[in-house]
């Protein structure tokens, strides 16, 4: 199982933060992100359907998967993968969330831009290495 | 101060170490009234009208409202979102009014004639308490500021429309 990319999306659909692990060989550059940005529309229509956050797996590219989850206000962090781990993907995205909570809670940070916070950024990657195992 | 190896305070963890708890729950008045007297006097010196003054409050309580729908939303209800207008409103009338302002609001009644209209009321509102406004701003209420966390929340929960007059708190809105 391996995770390829990870962007939260804000409410204009700007990127509000992204990691990126892996890029396949001989793929244009930045496949992953716009795939990500392709399957938004999707996620539109989920997010009125249900109450629940986590919207699991919404679209799929080839052999890859795009799972999402929705915040309260609307904030979507989008994870492209090649396989079906709900349980890891749903832990990963709960504790982003989490993480995403306490960087609103900072009174400096602007909601809807870009998190430049390099303590979230570390943050995220250990939440990676433990759900993905690296 | 002590300082750790980054230079930073040893006792201050960064923002994204600390727990996410409840928290004390309650600040005193005093410090309430004097921060917001404080930003109530900003807001003055900048505006020019007594409209411009009421939405300038209302965009500092904006910033909060935000903050407040994802931070309760997640202490008080998990993994579930609103998607809904009438248990968001619900939801906003009783715990986030009692987790701002110590009780709920006092009521929430719905417009006779246009079914999109709302009004929240509260008789007592913690803004107004210590603010004395004078004859010549007419309307004017701090209450603004409370209006504008309801507008933060509506609106980053993707409804749309707020009009706020004062006296009790109007809402005015469309899905």
Known sequence: MSVL?????????????????QMRKDEPAHLNQFVIHAALDIVEDHVWSTQNMFLKTVDKYNDLYISAFSTASNVKLMLLHDSRSEDSIKGFLSDVYELYIKTLCNPFYDVGTVIHSTSFDARVKSLAKKYFGG | MQSGSSGRPKRLQPLVDRPLSKGKGEVTLSAFG????????KCQNKARTVQELE???????EHVGVRVLELLTHREKGLKRETRLIPLLSFL????????FGR????????TQNEDEYMITDKDPITNKFVSVPSDMGAFSCAAFVAGIIQGMISGADFVGIRFSCGCIWIWMEH
């Open chain 1, 5 to 21: 990319t990870f962007i939260i999306v804000g409410k204009r659909d700007n990127p509000l933060y992204e990691l990126v692990w």
């Open chain 2, 34 to 41: 004097f921060l917001f007297s404080e930003m109530v006097q």
């Open chain 2, 55 to 61: 939405s300038r409050l209302c965009n500092y309580g």
């Open chain 2, 93 to 100: 009338t009783g715990s986030v009014w009692k987790t701002l």
């Open chain 2, 104 to 111: 709920p609001a006092d009521a929430l009644e719905r417009h």
